[in-house]
């Protein structure tokens, strides 16, 4: 399974451009990665039921999902409030500057 992950890494990284924000762009690959997993959990454990064989059951890839699951929400998280944080960093700054600037013209 880890070989997949890399594969659909790798090609999505193709797809990035230059001035886009690499955690971002991380962000949606990571993304991508957990759903690519949860369908291929899904589509074992559904096997599984209507096969009715236990033997069907890919342990490793439901762990690699669940490992995914947890680890990546955090860091998708956490780098959705730094974005945040920017953001409003970035606007203040801006309102203080033209506040700074209607101040010096009067």
């Known amino acids: 399974m880890k070989l997949f992950d890399i594969i659909i890494t790798l090609a999505h990284g193709l797809f990035r ?3 886009e924000d690499k955690d971002l762009f991380e962000v ?3 993304k991508i990665l957990l759903i690519s997993n ?14 009715r064989n236990p033997k069907n059951l890919d342990i ?9 699951l947890f680890t ?4 998708i998280a956490k780098i959705k409030q730094e974005f945040i944080n920017n953001e409003i960093s970035d606007r203040l700054k801006k309102e203080i ?6 101040y010096e013209t009067i």
Not at 60 to 68: F, R
Not at 97 to 102: F, G, K, P, S
């Open 17 to 19: 451009k230059e001035n």
């Open 28 to 30: 949606r690959t990571r």
């Open 60 to 68: 490793g890839s439901l762990l690699n999902t669940i490992t995914h």
């Open 38 to 51: 949860s369908i291929a959990s899904t589509s074992t454990i559904i096997n599984t039921a209507i096969t």
């Open 72 to 75: 990546d929400l955090h860091f």
């Open 97 to 102: 500057d033209e506040i700074d600037l209607l």
